[in-house]
């Protein structure tokens, strides 16, 4: 407290009075340091003396605006590979595997030569009818389908010896002239996974369950599948079109803090959110969702409207009081908030008081003038929770009017913080609590008697 006319004054008067006549005009930020000085601080100096933010704790009323989407792997993440969800979208191409024709077991529709060296006019050439079999001179009908070439020619051999017409052994050959690719052509097709996780395709005996597995592990699996239908296992293609994320933008919005403390999401219903940080909210949210996926899911939570947290704007400014401290505003959007400067407004010398997480106060002065009409932002100092901006008088006569009309009767906070601090300056340390701010910053401010303090 200051004695000045008579009247003892709140401590804030010594912090006002000291910074009007020390800090006038600054081109950057200033701070009160302990010897009752201000001194030039950067950005980092502010943020470094600030501490480290506490966090915001949501409350009822607070608004979020929320996005899912499949997380992005980012510089340093463990690698991971995509699993299909249900709704994917995809393009499955079936193509033979290229296989050594020896090994290759002929199909339906496959086109045989038969040639024989020594007896040409048995040579053919034969179809691989819906039976697996042809038919050739002398011999009727022939088992082909599952056989190989080689297969086939033992088969052939022992059937002309059997029948006499061929002397000694039969010099036969047997060729795959044509591949009958229409059945794969006809197993390929555009699908879309279905809600039990599997996909359908023509020619197939079952469905093939692919929710959950990998595009090669999806492949392999249809390959297989394929393979109980088809004489040789082809290679399966799969150009996949993921659909989660417009299945996750459903559940995109702004949601509000119920009465009940809780926040409703699509797909995922109530979840509490009032007494745990936007962090917290956004951790239990990706692990609800990922009961629904099997992708790990980003979340993106904003804080739209903190009820719970406020800024205090005084001064000359045009509508002094409590203001919502919405996203990360400045000191200058602070000011804009309170209906912008007044005449009188003495904006190259705005005060930001603000308590660090130890408790211990700075009192800023910064030159928002600046900021605005020269556009340097360095100036304009990001707002913390219970964060006090005051915009002083261009002229201030006496030390008392300047307390009673800009502090006690304009700030109407009324003690709504509850906190204390001591606060030094020349080295001098007293405890006490501010009238209405009880912002809990003391001064003992080693000054001449001050009955008037005029500023520049």
Not at 34 to 59: C, D, F, H, I, W
Not at 137 to 161: M, S
Not at 163 to 184: M, S
Request: glycine share 8%.
């Amino acid at each position: 407290m200051i004695a000045t006319c008579g009247r003892r004054l709140p401590a804030w008067a010594g912090i006002l009075a000291l910074l009007c006549v020390a800090g006038c005009a600054s081109k950057g930020i200033r701070v009160l340091d302990p010897q009752g000085k201000t001194r030039t601080v950067t950005p980092e100096e502010v943020n470094m003396m600030s501490g480290a933010s506490t966090p915001y704790l949501l409350q009822v009323g607070d608004q979020l605006n929320l996005a899912f989407r499949v997380k992005t792997a980012h510089k340093g993440d463990i690698p991971w590979n995509y699993r299909i969800e249900v709704g994917d979208s995809m393009e499955v191409r079936m193509s033979p595997r290229m296989n050594v024709p020896e090994q290759y077991k002929i199909d339906v529709g496959d086109v045989i030569g038969v040639s024989f060296l020594n007896n040409w006019p048995l040579n053919a050439i034969r179809t691989v009818r819906t039976d697996g079999k042809i038919t050739l001179a002398e011999v009727g009908d022939v088992q082909a389908a599952g056989l190989t070439p080689p297969q086939l020619r033992e088969v052939l051999t022992k059937r002309y010896i059997a029948t006499g017409i061929i002397q000694g052994n039969p010099q036969i050959t047997v060729n795959v002239d044509f591949v009958n690719l229409d059945r794969l052509e006809s197993m390929s097709r555009d699908v879309t996974v279905r809600p039990d996780g599997r996909i359908r395709l023509p020619g197939f005996k079952q469905g093939v369950f692919v929710a959950g597995k990998t595009v090669g592990q999806a492949s392999k699996a249809l390959a297989e599948e394929a393979g109980h239908t088809l004489q040789n296992e082809p290679r399966a293609t799969i150009v996949l079109f993921p659909g989660l994320n417009a299945t996750l933008s459903t559940m995109d919005g702004q949601v509000t803090v119920g009465p009940d403390g809780k926040i409703t999401v699509p797909r995922i219903g109530d979840l509490q959110a009032a007494g745990y940080s936007l962090d917290e909210v956004k951790k239990r949210l990706e692990q609800k969702v990922e009961q629904y996926t099997f992708n790990p899911i980003d979340v993106l939570a904003r804080l739209v409207v903190a009820t719970g947290s406020r800024v205090y704007v005084g001064g000359q400014v045009g509508a002094p009081g409590i203001y919502p401290l919405a996203a990360t505003p400045t000191a200058l959007q602070a000011v804009i908030m309170a209906h912008g400067p007044i005449n009188t407004s003495r904006l190259n010398n705005v005060l930001v008081v603000r308590r660090n997480p130890d408790g211990k106060p700075y009192v800023f002065t910064t030159n928002l003038r600046r900021a605005l009409s020269k556009g340097s932002t360095e100036n304009d100092i990001p707002l913390r929770p219970f964060d006090i901006v005051y915009v002083p008088k261009k002229k201030i006569s006496k030390v008392n009017q300047f307390v009673t009309q800009y502090i006690d009767d304009v700030v109407p906070f009324n003690n709504s913080l509850g906190v204390s601090g001591t606060y030094y300056i020349n080295e001098q340390k007293v405890d006490s609590k501010s009238k209405n701010l009880n912002a809990g910053v003391t001064v003992v401010p080693t000054l001449p008697a001050l009955g008037a303090v005029v500023t520049p």
